[in-house]
Nanobody, 119 residues
Framework: QVQLVESGGGLVQPGGSLRLSCAASGSTYGIYAMAWYRQAPAKERELVAVVQRDGATEYADSVKGRFTISRNVPVNTLTLQMSGLKAEDTAVYYC?????????????WGKGTLVIVSS
């Protein structure tokens, strides 16, 4: 079974930086993509950034140029480097992993780490 454990959340001032990490354990065979999602209070969970199996990355428009997603394959960790943080980035950030092939994907979630951007 896949287990995802996020870390690195906390309180940061506007304009500051934060680095989130996700440690993945269990089978790493057949990983299709890994991603970061976030859910702000009273809002739906949204995709922040994703890295595909081939290394291709995609970002939400709201974080482009400020956030960088990366994956360390040998140790199976996922990182989200966040800079230029804004109050609207405040949310619980979740690590996500999809295993399998399109049409036959299994999705796993971490429990999340809270990021608060406030002065």
């Amino acid at each position: 079974q896949v287990q995802l454990v996020e870390s690195g959340g906390g309180l940061v001032q506007p304009g500051g930086s934060l680095r989130l990490s996700c440690a993945a354990s269990g089978s790493t065979y057949g990983i299709y993509a890994m991603a970061w999602y976030r859910q702000a209070p009273a809002k739906e969970r949204e995709l922040v950034a994703v890295v595909q199996r081939d290394g291709a990355t995609e970002y939400a428009d709201s974080v482009k140029g400020r956030f960088t997603i990366s994956r360390n394959v040998p140790v199976n960790t996922l990182t989200l480097q966040m800079s230029g943080l804004k109050a609207e980035d405040t949310a619980v950030y979740y690590c996500n992993e999809q295993v399998g092939t399109p049409g036959h994907l299994m999705t796993y979630w971490g429990k999340g780490t809270l990021v608060i951007v406030s002065s």
